[in-house]
């Protein structure tokens, strides 16, 4: 069994952007800029968009944090949004999710510009996507792919099963699977899947995006397989500093055993996500170049 370096892989694609960037600014002048929005302070929000600013500021890019009060608005929000869409120095807007529950999430990721929406979160993005237009692909989908390219895995004429179908993470990274490049047989599973097991059994690669620890265990897997874990779960542990420790939605130690390669939590898809994301972020301060 292979573990699946996420943090590899990160360390090799943010070199290629930091040259990409050091490239960009040497040729035009420019320097790609990510605006980072967070509101309130949820303490595992904090943390991400905290590893984002710094991977930004590491890529050689401009990081431009704006933390807001939990009261915030809605109208003030979309309002700094469109702000920021008039912004020639920022080419990509990112809004850490969830917002507080009195702020619409739809409209404030609707009022991102299509062309600065480097999380692909946008309905614009999402539909360029399915219908193979240029676009952002979202972060972590994309980070999926990457990955199981990494593990040597040949996707095509393979059998993928998703579990999950969240906007984020199950619905596009089957998209993706399915694309004639990719060409991958996708099977969506979700809670009304009625044998989860009866699927995942014949899959060459199981990609599990549930939010519950334990979805995924060794005895529903082809030996072989490869399993991309996207679950980020705390879990109490009295044994660590902070109280608790992260698991993702894959029981690693059953499924080690059975798969080919496996990608840890953390240091598996989570490395890839940021990653992803100054990717696009680059790719956004290019276009913006021409
Ligand atoms: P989500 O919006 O809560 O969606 C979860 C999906 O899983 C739903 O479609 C749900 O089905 C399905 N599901 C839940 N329990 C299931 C079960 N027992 N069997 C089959 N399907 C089940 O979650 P998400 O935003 O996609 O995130 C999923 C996980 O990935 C979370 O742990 C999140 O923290 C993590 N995540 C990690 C990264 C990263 O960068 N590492 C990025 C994004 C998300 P229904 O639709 O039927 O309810």
């Given at each position: 069994?292979?573990?699946i ?12 952007i930091?040259a990409?960037v050091?490239?960009?600014k040497d ?17 595992a ?39 920021l869409?008039d ?24 009022a ?32 999926i792919?990457k ?19 969240s906007?984020i ?14 060409n ?5 599973c ?38 991309i ?14 109280g608790?420790r ?14 080919g ?5 953390p ?24």
């Open positions: 069994m292979k573990t370096d996420g943090k590899l892989l990160a360390a090799n694609l943010r070199a290629e930091a990409g050091s490239r960009l040729e035009t002048g420019k320097v790609p800029g990510l605006a980072v929005i967070l509101v309130g302070e949820n303490p929000s904090v943390s991400y968009v905290t590893a984002k600013e710094k991977a930004c500021r590491e890529a050689g890019m401009l990081s431009r944090e704006i933390r807001l009060a939990a009261e915030t608005t809605e109208a003030e929000l979309v309002g700094l949004v469109k702000s869409n912004d020639p120095a920022i080419h990509g807007i990112l809004v850490q999710l969830p917002l507080p529950k009195h702020i619409s999430e739809k409209s404030v990721i609707d991102i510009s299509p062309e600065k929406d480097v999380d692909g979160f946008t309905p614009v993005n999402a539909g360029r996507m399915m219908i193979g237009e240029r676009c952002f692909l979202p972060c972590t989908p994309h980070g792919i990955l199981i390219e990494f593990s040597g895995m040949d996707l095509c004429g393979s059998h993928a099963v998703v579990i999950g179908r906007n993470v199950g619905k596009p990274v089957a998209a993706l699977l399915a694309r004639r490049e990719t991958a047989t996708v099977t969506l979700h809670t009304g899947t009625r044998d989860l097991a009866h699927f995942t059994r014949d899959a060459d690669v199981v990609i599990v995006a549930t939010g519950r620890p334990g979805t995924l265990t060794g005895d529903m897997l082809k030996p072989g397989a490869v399993v874990d996207v679950g980020v779960n705390r879990v109490p542990d009295a044994s660590r500093s902070k608790f992260l698991v993702g939605d894959a029981d690693f130690e059953s499924c080690a055993a059975v798969a390669a496996i990608t840890p939590v240091g598996g898809v989570g490395p890839m996500t940021i990653t992803m994301l100054l990717w696009n972020t680059l790719e956004a301060a290019r276009r913006a170049a021409v």
